[in-house]
């Protein structure tokens, strides 16, 4: 598999993440925004794009070593056409994924319960079928949420 990731060493909890994204034309590849925590499956919070003319978003959270929650959508937008902003806003009892300020999805269980590490910026994953050298274009990536003290903390990928 091909692709590309920006990761953070630094520790995320609770709070609003987003990012604002160009994504390229290149079929049988997604790029994903996320929280994760090691190991596979036991903390992760998911933006998945994919990277083609479909306009389809996947919204996904795991907890406790099982995905809990997996929808996929439409976006209102090609989300390869121009550059749009996808957020998630984190909270112990909420999850709600945003895109260019729309409300797309919310889940109020299944979430994860400890501290997160990430990276708002975006990884492309590319299939057997993706042109050659696909590049996500990031205009800018936040995170602003509270100081994770706990162990463990999450990982943020863009």
């Known amino acids: ?14 709070g609003s993440y987003s990012a604002r994204m160009k994504l390229p034309n290149a079929p049988s590849s997604i790029t994903g925004f ?20 479909s306009r389809k978003i996947m919204f996904s959270t795991y907890s406790g070593g099982s995905q809990t929650h997996t929808e996929t959508i439409a976006l209102p937008f090609g989300p390869t056409t121009g550059y749009h902003e996808y957020r998630f806003d984190y909270a112990s009892g909420s999850i709600n994924f945003y895109a260019d300020g729309k409300l797309m999805k919310s889940w109020k269980d299944g979430l994860p319960s400890n501290s997160i590490s990430s990276t708002p910026t975006p990884g492309i994953r590319a299939g057997s079928l993706a042109r050659s050298r696909p590049r996500t274009s990031t205009s800018w990536s936040t995170a602003s949420s509270t100081p994770a003290r706990k162990s463990p903390a999450w990982r943020m990928a863009l």
Request: a negative charge.
């Open 34 to 53: 996320f929280l994760y925590q090691a190991p596979d499956y036991a903390s992760e919070i998911d933006i998945e794009i994919y990277n083609d003319t």
């Open 1 to 14: 598999m091909n692709g590309g990731e920006i990761m953070s060493k630094d520790l995320y909890g609770e």
